[in-house]
């Protein structure tokens, strides 16, 4: 196994001071798959006090000393290094109530989750892989190092990490840790929203996520329980072939990769099944349901604790993604000037995921409907025709200039006179926009 010159050159380090030291969990497990591993962390008999001694003219950050973890950085690289440990009791299925330091690296490994992270390497000593990890990546499985009950017990994050591996890997969890998992779920309870919602990125975010998200709903509606509405709730409706939550893991599979994309997608259509009627042809519609959708998500993004920017750029997203302006300039700069042109952008860009996820027969039209909203985009952008309160030709000063004050007429002015230059009715034109504030004052007194 080939591993970078810092890496060995923090082993040997560690060894000439006459302890053992190995490059340990996802490294080790990606390396194995042919896969660049992002970061290397590296596990050591030596205690911390001795990392930092035998690795004193490197850089040091003192970290997660108490847990025995020593960052160092080498050649420009973050070293995580942490001492062999097994895990004291855990009493609320999230962390031990102590870690004890030990001397060797089989103890070390036994404590970790899955028999795939669980395996170590040196060049002296090769690899060490004592349960089955090599096995376990030519199967492509997901298994626990251990009893998996036992395991989830301790801490229930892990169930969560076994979705994101095999979201990620494309792994199958083994059937008896699978089992383990779902008899567990519920302890999830007690896990920190924002542990919770760092999982769900990762699973939403992997490369097999869309299997996942089928074949694992159980778990997941522990976490999200207002996915299992959408499950199976059927939309009798031509644009679409498949059920409510078919389509939003099909959603998510199309669209860009990152958070906002990803958590957009899988909410989008949250609120659908709340806002189900069929007409007499007994067609279903889901009238007011971006609108649902989007408060549903707000309040499960608060509840994951997400931050605000996401929270707003989702929320404008879902709320949004149904809208079908007219294609045409004047459609097209009305919606811009609502919602901004970046945010125009990463809709369409859902809207083009949710179109690949309806009924395929009318896939090419919606297509082109879309290309054009993105092409008129950029004609207004090198027209300099794409308009917003930013872009437009008179501010509040002037307004203020010609006795208008009070703020939030302010504002309704800027919006009117902005409603005016979207239209095509005025100019975008300093003295023109004057003239018609100067109307406007004078008949709304
Ligand atoms: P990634 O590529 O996503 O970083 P990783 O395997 O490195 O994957 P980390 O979350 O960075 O995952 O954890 C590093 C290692 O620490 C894991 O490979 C595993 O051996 C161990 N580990 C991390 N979290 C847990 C946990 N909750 N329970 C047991 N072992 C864990
Ligand atoms: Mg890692």
């Known amino acids: ?11 040997r380090t560690l060894e000439s001071s006459g302890c053992s030291a190995y490059a340990v969990g996802g490294c080790v497990r990606d390396k194995m798959m042919g896969i660049e591993p992002h970061d290397w962390d590296l596990c050591t008999s030596a205690l911390p006090e001795q990392v930092l001694s035998a690795l004193g003219s490197h850089n040091v950050i003192e970290s997660g ?7 160092v950085k080498v ?3 973050l070293y995580e290094i942490t001492t062999f440990r097994t895990d004291g009791e855990y009493l609320d299925n999230r962390r031990p109530e102590s870690v004890t330091f030990v001397t060797s690296v089989e103890d070390d490994l036994s404590r970790r989750d899955f028999t795939i992270n669980a395996m170590a390497y040196n060049p002296k000593d090769g690899l060490i892989d004592l349960f089955g990890g090599m096995d376990d990546i030519s199967s492509k499985t997901i298994r626990c190092v251990g009893d998996a009950e036992k395991r989830f017990e301790e801490d229930a994050l892990r169930i969560l990490r076994a979705l994101r591996f095999s979201s990620r890997l494309g792994f199958e969890i083994e059937p008896g840790t699978l089992e383990a998992a779902k008899k567990k779920a519920y302890l999830l309870k007690n ?3 924002e542990r919770i919602a760092s999982e769900l990125l990762m699973i939403l975010d992997g490369e097999y996520a869309p299997r996942v998200l089928i ?3 159980e778990i997941l509606s522990v976490i999200l329980p207002e996915i299992k509405a959408m499950i199976g709730f059927l939309q009798y409706n031509p644009h679409h072939i498949y059920d409510v939550w078919q389509h939003t893991v099909k959603v998510v599979e199309y669209s860009p990769h990152g958070k906002v994309y990803r958590l957009a997608a899988l909410m989008h259509d949250i609120g659908k099944p709340d806002c ?22 707000v309040k499960i993004m608060k509840r994951l604790k997400l931050d605000n920017n996401t929270i707003s750029e989702v929320r404008e997203i879902i709320l949004y993604h149904d809208r079908r302006p007219p294609a045409d300039k004047k459609g097209v700069r009305k919606f811009i000037s609502g919602v901004g ?3 125009y952008l990463s809709i369409l860009r859902l809207k083009r995921a949710d179109a690949k996820a309806q009924n395929p027969a009318m896939l090419e039209d919606k297509l082109h409907y879309i290309d054009e909203l993105e092409r008129i985009c950029e004609e207004l952008t090198e027209n300099g025709e794409e308009f917003s309160l930013r872009t437009l030709k008179i501010n509040g000063k002037d307004l203020i200039s010609i006795g208008i004050s009070e703020g939030r007429q302010i504002g309704t002015v800027l919006h009117y006179l902005l409603d005016l230059v979207v239209e095509g009715t005025v100019e975008n034109d300093h003295e023109v926009l004057m003239q018609e504030a100067k109307k406007y004052a004078a008949t709304h007194n």
């Open 1 to 11: 196994m080939e591993i970078p010159e810092s890496v060995k050159k923090i082993i």
């Open 65 to 71: 000393l108490k847990h025995g973890t020593v960052t």
């Open 75 to 77: 050649d420009g690289q």
């Open 191 to 193: 896990i920190s929203a």
């Open 215 to 217: 074949d694992q709903t």
């Open 276 to 297: 189900f009627t069929r007409d007499e042809k007994g067609i279903g519609h889901f009238h007011g349901h971006p609108e649902l959708s989007a408060e549903m998500a």
């Open 341 to 343: 042109k970046d945010r």
